[in-house]
């Protein structure tokens, strides 16, 4: 079974963070439109993101239902070739998203059971994200939240759409991860940050390093 060696550095907030990580042979590096994560990134920041790593990575926006005009209006302004919808957005919903940005779709949802997987069949878009949930979270947070999940879920999982698994990875498990899951993709946030939206570069670097160390 193939196994990847695609990693997307999320939450980032900072041009720098954005240029190490696609340095560094990030596949992409996700920033996020919520106005109530820790991690939001401005828009001006993010437009400085995107001049700067045009084509040179994959450019994803991580939304909460934010309404379908925001997402566009954003997304033509950043260049987003990635729209990561993360709330409860249905299926007719991410699918006209595609046809209006252009850009892939990711439909995220926290891993909480087989009922998870089946609830994201419904859903034809470029791809799926797992991520880990933190019921204790009062604000509601959506990822980032540090937390894992049963990797061992997956193994009940049928559909074809490709998988990116997020969800408190870091370099001390991401291996372990890919081995257990053999996603498309992982992605990672606070697991190489040094404070909220603030990536730490040798975190980043020793978890791209581990991600690029699993045999194919």
Known sequence: METTRRAKICGVTRLDDALLAADLGAWAVGMVFHPGSKRCCTLAEAEAVGAALHRRVELAGVFVNA?????ARVSERVGLTLVQLH??????FCAEVGRRTGARTIKAAAARGTFTLRDLERFHTSYHLLDGHADGHADGQRGGTGETFDWALLSRRRSRVPLI??????????????????????D???GVESAPGIKDPELVRAFLDEVRAVAV
Do not use: Q, W, Y
Not at 67 to 71: G, K
């Open 87 to 92: 709330g409860d957005e249905g299926p007719a």
């Open 67 to 71: 309404p379908l005009d925001e997402i």
């Open 165 to 186: 698994i997020a969800g408190g990875l870091d370099p001390g498990n991401v291996r372990e991860a890919i081995a257990a899951t053999h996603p498309f993709a992982v």
């Open 188 to 190: 990672v946030a606070s």
